[in-house]
């Protein structure tokens, strides 16, 4: 069971350039959410999706969107990097409102923008 | 959003209980008060959560202010694993599923 896996790990961006953060769960979750941390913070949250179809800001949503796939992927995408956007992006999912659940972390994706 | 406060840092001598202590003023009738623990270089992972009353499981003890208002994460005995930034959370229902807004955490030191 692998729970939610993060690709990449670790990624190098110079300013202005583009990419896509993945992530997917394998625990027919419900709710994903984007979070970042930057160095010796805690989490912030990015945006959240409560099922599949629908996405929502969270506490610093500029300079990202978001894709929920289907129900296992949820992808975060910075269309032109920022310096300010170097940090750890984590992603989550829970299970929802029907059920309790926790929030389930994967291991996360250390960007630097240069 | 629901914030929490947390002291930023606290030490602990191995063996010996661990009181961690949140502030939660603004916590509504529905919020669940949740906790979870960052090792180094890794993503949060569940620890506890409660309602009103207090909470037990394997890894620690969770005591809830009457007014839950602050509540206080127990670690009975503590490890050098335990060794983690420890973070306090409400979790509350928003736009059909629930949010979890992250304060800054305590760093807990745990001394051999």
């Known amino acids: 069971n692998a729970g939610v896996t993060q690709t990449p790990k670790f990624q190098v961006l110079k300013t202005g350039q583009s990419m896509t953060l993945q992530c997917a769960q394998d625990?027919?979750?419900?709710?994903m959410y984007w979070y970042r941390q930057d160095p010796g913070m805690g989490l912030r949250l990015i945006y959240y999706?409560?099922?599949?179809?629908?996405?929502d800001k969270g506490e610093v949503p500029n300079g990202y969107n978001v894709s929920r796939l289907n129900k296992r992927e949820f992808s975060l995408r910075l269309e032109s990097a920022a310096p300010s956007q170097t940090s750890v992006y984590f992603c989550?999912?829970?299970?929802?409102?029907?059920?309790?659940?926790?929030?389930?972390f994967g291991n996360g994706t250390r960007l630097t923008v240069t | 959003d629901a914030k929490t406060t947390q002291p930023n840092s606290m030490e602990s001598n191995e063996e010996e209980p661990v009181h961690l202590p949140c502030n939660h003023s603004?916590?509504?009738?529905?919020?669940?008060i949740h906790w979870y623990r960052q090792l180094p270089s890794q993503g949060p992972e569940y620890v506890i959560h409660?309602?009103?009353s207090n909470v037990n499981n394997r890894m620690a003890s969770l005591a809830i202010a009457e007014d839950r208002k602050s509540s206080t994460l127990i670690l009975h005995r503590a490890t050098l694993r335990d060794a983690a930034v420890y973070y306090c959370?409400?979790?509350?229902?928003?736009?059909?599923?629930?949010?979890?807004?992250f304060g800054t955490g305590t760093r807990l030191k745990v001394l051999a």
């Open positions: 959370i409400l979790r509350r229902l928003t736009s059909g599923t629930y949010k979890y807004i």
């Open positions: 409660g309602l009103t």
């Open positions: 625990m027919n979750h419900n709710s």
């Open positions: 989550a999912s829970s299970e929802g409102v029907r059920s309790y659940s926790p929030l389930h």
């Open positions: 999706s409560a099922s599949e179809g629908t996405t």
């Open positions: 603004t916590i509504s009738g529905t919020d669940y």
